[in-house]
């Protein structure tokens, strides 16, 4: 028996039901085990699905332009200039945004502090093999839970929000009420198990949805929640004194959560380019996701003082830094592989069609 399917049998064991969310924190987090501890090679064609940054730099470029023009106006204002990326994979992307300010925005880029929040000390490791040209990012304690610093400047994730863990519900029919889904254990598999005690609030959307709507709901209709990608964004938002508070992710809005196509959530398994709804086969060795509730975080930073600036798709929102880059001629020449990079990141076949970005200020 493998080290990690040991791990949650040992708490299954102690629990009786595991919470999914807890499952999936091991899956993808456990020390030593867990995917994205020791999985350093999950994007691209070699690994097990395909990213906006694994497309080329462009996407790093159009970010660094934009956010060039985010931290000017702060500059102008007198405020100390740190740019927080959370979740930094591998440091790609952190790698194209600094190449480009720095080439195309000297001055700029030699007041930046460029801030990496991530837990995790293996990757911290590979992200700084990845940028050991540049000299002005740092790395906060891996041990801290999160940053605890006030701070000027631009805070953002790309494909973050949806790697935290989630809690499903499922809808029982008869007994027109919500359960949890959790992981039990019947012979050497792991296996879903309804549990009547939630181990999370029922979100507020769930709890004002129609008595219409919930009698056309077939039984076992499930959904996620995800409070720990909730109570980050909140966090954020509240060291955040002045600036940008931005995420780029896969999701939907509340008014959007509920589709007949959907009757199983969003949760997907992701390995080698396949996607699987077998979300408890191999825990450690295939990535899991689910999509981002937007409402739900929208609502978290402007309860926290934020103003919302735009919530658009991804497409929308590279279109609009495009034209204004291409007017400033900040570009230089446009070639085919340019032109095939922002095909991917914005045509609805690849990566332009579920994506969507947020942005808060302060």
């Not at 931290?71 to 600094?98: F, K, N, Q, T």
């Not at 209709?221 to 990608?229: M, R």
């Not at 002045?242 to 008014?255: M, N, Q, V, W």
């Amino acid at each position: 028996m493998k080290p990690l399917p040991e791990i949650i049998r040992a708490e299954i064991a102690g629990t009786g039901v595991l919470s999914f969310a807890r499952f999936m924190e091991l899956a993808l987090y456990c020390p030593e085990y867990g995917y994205y501890e020791q999985q350093k090679d999950t994007a691209g064609r070699r690994g097990d699905f395909i990213t906006s940054v694994s497309t080329g730099e462009l996407f790093g470029q159009l970010l660094a332009f934009q956010f060039a023009g985010w931290l000017e106006e702060l500059r102008a204002a007198g405020c100390e200039l740190r740019m927080v990326e959370a979740g930094a994979h591998d440091g790609r992307l952190a790698g194209d945004i600094l190449g480009w300010l720095q080439i195309h925005r000297p001055r700029l880029f030699s007041e930046i502090e460029y801030v990496i929040f991530e837990p995790s000390a293996p990757r911290q490791a590979w992200q700084k093999e990845t940028l050991r040209h540049f000299s002005n990012v740092r790395w906060p304690d891996p041990q801290c839970s999160t940053l605890n610093q006030q701070l000027d400047g631009i805070i953002f994730s790309n494909e973050l929000l949806d790697a935290f863990p989630v809690h499903r519900l499922g809808w029982d029919a008869k007994r027109k009420s919500w359960f949890e889904w959790g992981v039990s254990v019947e012979g050497d598999k792991f296996v879903w198990a309804k549990s009547r005690k939630l181990e999370c609030h029922l979100p507020s959307f769930i709890l004002h949805l129609p008595a219409s709507l919930l009698e056309l709901l077939p039984d076992n209709y499930t959904l996620e929640t995800s409070p720990a990608a909730e109570n980050w964004w909140r966090a954020a938002a509240g060291i955040l004194s002045r600036g940008k508070l931005l995420a780029i992710d896969y999701g939907f809005t509340e008014a959007e959560q509920f589709s007949p196509a959907r009757t199983n959530g969003t949760l997907r398994a992701y390995f080698r380019h396949h996607v699987s709804d077998d979300l408890l086969a191999n825990p450690g060795e295939q990535d899991l996701t689910a999509h981002v509730n937007f409402s739900a975080i929208q609502q978290a930073g402007e309860a926290a003082g934020l103003r919302t600036e735009s919530f658009q798709t991804q497409p929308q929102f590279l279109a609009r830094v495009l034209e204004k880059a291409v007017q400033e001629k900040s570009f230089g020449e446009w070639n085919a592989s340019r032109t095939r990079q922002f095909q991917t990141l914005t045509h609805p076949e690849h990566l332009g069609r579920a994506f969507r970005v947020l942005v808060q200020s302060r």
